[in-house]
């Protein structure tokens, strides 16, 4: 293996150990499932820039298996693993597909947040329908519940990102 296929790996290891630890710094945590976490996000963001957007994909599915195996539960249905842990996380990746710029890093952080946010809402319109009170559209349910905490969340992840990846890219220089 060459040495910067090994470096990508163990910085891969390195971003996701580290978005681990910070997942358990719970900011606050909502009654069925979602919480607002201490900027977890970023690591798996860094990644992505640092790397590109297929490599940032692969860490966010390679952490949300970890989040699932080691984090809070709420479901253990199939398709809520496969949505809220696999393809939510891994969505968070696509920001590597965007220009290594202010602009870029926002841009690209945001559609990651929205297709997490995304993959969400049809999970809890799927698999938490029943938790929508009476008379409400599950999706119209879901898109709320979800974006309740996602947002603040997605806000926090971004500021972080914005205050320390300049930093970072110095310390690490950009590969791709």
Same mark, same amino acid.
């Given at each position: ?29 909502? #009654?069925?499932?979602?919480?607002? =976490?201490?900027?977890?996000?970023? #690591? ?16 966010? /599915? ?58 969400? +809402?049809?999970?809890?319109? /799927? ?10 559209? #599950? ?11 996602? +947002? #603040? ?14 930093? +970072? =890219? ?7």
């Amino acid at each position: 293996m060459d040495q910067s296929k090994t470096r990508m790996l163990a910085e891969a290891g390195v971003a996701i150990a580290i978005a681990q630890v910070l997942s358990f710094i719970t900011i606050f945590h909502m #009654p069925q499932g979602g919480s607002i =976490k201490a900027a977890a996000l970023v #690591p798996l963001m860094i990644y992505a820039y640092r790397w590109g957007g297929a490599r940032g994909i692969f860490a966010g /599915v390679v952490y949300g298996i970890l989040h699932f195996i080691l984090g809070f539960k709420s479901s253990v249905h199939y398709l809520s693993i496969i949505l809220d842990y696999l393809v939510a996380y891994g969505a968070i990746g696509v920001c590597g597909y965007f220009k290594d710029s202010i602009s870029g890093l926002i841009t690209g952080s945001i559609v990651g947040i929205i297709l997490r946010w995304i993959a969400t +809402v049809v999970s809890g319109a /799927v698999v938490f329908a029943s938790y929508a009170p009476q008379g409400q559209n #599950p999706w119209i349910y879901s898109m709320i519940y979800n974006a309740s905490y996602m +947002v #603040p969340d997605g806000i926090l992840n971004i500021v972080v990102l914005l205050f320390i990846y300049q930093g +970072v =890219k110095r310390g690490l220089g950009r590969r791709g």
